[in-house]
């Protein structure tokens, strides 16, 4: 597609449930970035692909936030036991690997109830 | 610590007014500077950039302002119209590694509201 895809738009789940969010960044971006949006705050950033290079995890809140990037393209942000203060838009978004060009999905909203 | 500082949450201004969004910054190292508009329901998309070796972008009826030297910068929207009423983010970013891609720090975003 031409733009970054986000899958499930929405997500409900219950407290302790692990998920998956997925991101389908633009064909031929090499770098693909994690952001999430909770409630009245800024963009925090959570995680960094870049090409092959070994990913910046700095942003990641704790161990049960990871993500992983296969062949270079889509990558999966997984979430283990759940928090309600996970609740947030997670936001993904890839850029052409140099200069400031960033492009956004539209995210997925996570509620954890 | 934020790095990147949006004080205004919400701004309200009429059609036809100017509109200016402010942002702080503390990091000397950043080196180029992003306006992001987000509506709801929608990821953010790039609206205008400026470079710290410029003082002034201009885009249509979008102008970046930059004063180093007070680490501040401003969007200014002239005329403001309501499909503008949107949230606003400020970015930053340094130097990384040339030639890689770079990691941007997001403020916390200002409610531009414009009323007919």
């Known amino acids: 597609g031409a733009g970054v895809s986000q899958s499930p738009s929405n997500k409900v789940t219950e407290k302790g449930k692990d998920v998956e969010l997925r991101c389908d960044p633009i064909?031929?971006?090499?770098?693909l970035y994690w952001y999430r949006q909770s409630l009245g705050q800024g963009l925090e950033f959570l995680i960094y692909f870049q090409g092959n290079s070994a990913p910046d995890k700095s942003g990641l809140p704790s161990d049960r936030f990871s993500a992983e990037r296969t062949g270079g393209s889509v990558s999966t942000l997984t979430i283990q036991r759940t928090q309600q203060e996970d609740s947030a838009v997670y936001l993904c978004a890839s850029s052409p690997g140099t200069g400031n060009g960033y492009t956004f999905g539209s995210g997925t909203r996570l509620t954890v109830v | 610590d934020q790095q990147v500082k949006q004080n205004s949450p919400s701004l309200s201004v009429q059609e036809g007014r100017i509109s200016i969004l402010n942002c702080d910054y503390t990091?000397?190292?950043?080196?180029?500077f992003l306006w992001y508009k987000k509506y709801p329901a929608e990821g953010p998309t790039f609206l205008i950039s400026?470079?710290?070796?410029?003082d002034k972008n201009e885009d249509g009826r979008f102008t970046v302002f930059l004063n180093k030297s007070a680490k501040h910068l401003s969007l200014h929207i002239v005329p403001s119209q309501p499909g503008d009423s949107a949230v606003y983010f400020c970015a930053a970013s340094a130097v990384i590694s040339s030639g890689s891609a770079r990691q941007l720090t997001f403020g916390s975003g200002t409610q531009l509201t414009v009323l007919p």
């Open positions: 990091n000397s190292m950043f080196d180029y």
């Open positions: 400026i470079s710290s070796i410029k």
């Open positions: 064909s031929g971006h090499t770098a």
